[in-house]
Nanobody, 119 residues
């Protein structure tokens, strides 16, 4: 069983920055693909960014490219999402996910953290 705990959400003005963190329990973190999803009210959950355990390749949703950066620290069992130049449309609940990452699914989920961008 993998437990994921997110932190770092909050309220920020448009153009500002936030860094989300997600810490995982268990000793096999380094072997998991990790990702951040988000879900805005009335919308489906969507994959925002992913980082793969092999070679640390990354994927980004087109609308966040150049603004968001996903990274991981295997020694700390933690994955990060640095979000810069935030826009009102980035407002959503952000979920950390691990394993079996696809566009709309993952094996394990965190509880979510709210990000609100005021315009």
């Amino acid at each position: 069983q993998v437990q994921l705990v997110e932190s770092g959400g909050g309220l920020v003005q448009a153009g500002g920055s936030l860094r989300l963190s997600c810490t995982s329990s268990g000793r096999t973190f380094s072997r998991f693909d990790m990702a951040w999803f988000r879900q805005a009210p009335g919308n489906e959950r969507e994959l925002v960014a992913a980082i793969y355990y092999a070679y640390h390749n990354t994927y980004y949703k087109e609308s966040v490219k150049g603004r968001f950066t996903i990274s991981r620290d295997n020694a700390k069992n933690t994955v990060y999402l640095q979000m810069n130049s935030l826009k009102a449309e980035d407002t959503a609940v952000y979920y950390c996910a691990a394993g079996g990452i696809r566009l709309k699914r993952a094996d394990y989920w965190g509880q979510g953290t709210q990000v609100t961008v005021s315009s």
